[in-house]
């Protein structure tokens, strides 16, 4: 009887997710694709296009960054974490709670963070060194907890038969954990793209809302998610919010298929 209740709370949770999800993706659908016009992909903003497309190649500029910064710092931690700290270590124990902390920390803290040391201290001003800098912070701990949960989830049993073949510790997680670890570890990094795309509060305070291209590291810019807010904020191109808000849906979108085909080829790869 127990067992039955349980099935159906699981089925009914499951239909409440699945609805709610099909319920935004039809309203922001409905709302913006009316809206979405060749205009807003203008290479330049203006107050009569409302262009998009300065803060699209912002976000690859951004994301693109944030990635190729945090990834390798994650990943090799997570490494560090499983395959080399001695068990039981209380630098392992404090890395990992600061590593946990880090990640319940609020969104806007990172930002306010950032603005305090990077903006203001470093003098980097409202600029994509100061955004991608902050989002790299933010999203570590993400990636190194993914990486490090991936990692245990391989069976040491395969570490053990590696080991006893005569291969040695590289060789042993390149060619064996890695293959096994890689869809874990590249969720990770999915994830970390979703919220570095989605990020308002942090790169308001660090990107700035400048509605121009970026000509440099230093210079300031919007995502995507921050140009849909100022948007919506402005309470007069409402419409156009929604329009975004289609765009950077079907973004997230081609960026997790991507993310996914390259684990399926790197895991083959690997066998």
């Given at each position: 009887m127990s067992s039955k209740i349980i099935r159906s709370l699981v089925y009914l949770s499951a239909t409440i997710t699945f609805a709610s999800l099909v319920f935004i993706l039809v309203y922001i659908f409905s709302n913006g694709l009316p809206h979405l016009t060749a205009d807003m992909f203008a290479w330049?903003?203006?107050?009569?296009?409302?262009?998009l497309m300065p803060a699209l190649i912002t976000t690859f500029i951004v994301l693109g960054l944030t990635l190729l910064i945090a990834t390798p710092i994650g990943v090799f931690t997570g490494f560090y974490l499983v395959e080399y700290a001695k068990k039981g270590n209380k630098v392992v124990g404090a890395i990992r709670m600061a590593t946990d902390t880090l990640a319940a920390?609020?969104?806007?803290?990172?930002?306010l963070f950032g603005m305090l040391f990077f903006v203001t201290f470093l003098g980097f001003q409202y600029s994509v060194a100061a955004g991608v800098l902050t989002s790299v912070i933010?999203?570590?701990?993400?990636?190194?907890?993914?990486?490090?949960?991936?990692l245990m989830a391989v069976n040491d049993s395969l570490r053990e038969?590696?080991?006893g073949l005569g291969a040695g510790k590289l060789r042993t997680i390149?060619?064996?954990?890695?293959?096994?670890?890689?869809?874990?570890?590249?969720?990770?990094?999915?994830?970390?793209s979703g919220r570095v795309i989605g990020e308002t509060a942090a790169l308001m305070y660090t990107l700035g809302t400048s509605s121009n291209l970026p000509t440099g590291l230093f210079s300031s810019g919007r995502t995507l998610a921050l140009h849909m807010y100022v948007l919506s904020n402005e309470?007069?191109?409402?419409?156009?919010?929604?329009?975004?808000?289609?765009?950077?849906i079907l973004f997230v979108l081609v960026i997790n298929g991507l993310s996914t085909f390259l684990s399926n080829k790197l895991t083959k790869g690997t066998k």
């Open positions: 330049e903003f203006t107050p009569d296009n409302q262009s920390v609020p969104s806007i803290v990172y930002g933010m999203v570590l701990p993400l990636i190194i907890r993914s990486t490090e949960e991936a038969a590696s080991f390149f060619r064996v954990v890695l293959p096994g670890a890689m869809p874990g570890i590249l969720a990770g990094v999915i994830l970390a309470g007069i191109h409402v419409n156009q919010s929604f329009a975004t808000g289609v765009v950077l």
